[in-house]
């Protein structure tokens, strides 16, 4: 994992990971919330889907460091049901037109 580049006009380095899961968020909950604990220094949002996508659950992680991240999803995934992630992507931030107010 390399770190990101600098985000245009902002000065600063993001790294940020959206991770689809094909469960309900009720059933990582718990996870996220450890997850959320243990990696204070990681941004962690979970955003439940309800519109009839194959995925249910989008979990996002968020810092200036990539490291960082890839040591809270590890955590993450290794909380999580085997076979239930169905996507990882990475972004220097979240794309475009990801909407956490239109999640729900």
Known sequence: ???PELLQGQGISRCARQIRFSIHE???AASISKSA???PEVQIGSYP???GKEYKTIVTLESPK???VKEAQEFLLG???EGSV???QE???LPPGFDKDKAK
């Open 1 to 3: 994992i390399h770190e």
């Open 66 to 68: 990539a490291a960082q």
């Open 86 to 88: 169905l996507s990882i």
């Open 91 to 93: 972004h220097t931030k």
């Open 26 to 28: 009720p059933a990582i």
């Open 49 to 51: 889907y309800f519109n």
């Open 79 to 81: 909380q999580t049901p």
């Open 37 to 39: 604990s243990r990696f």
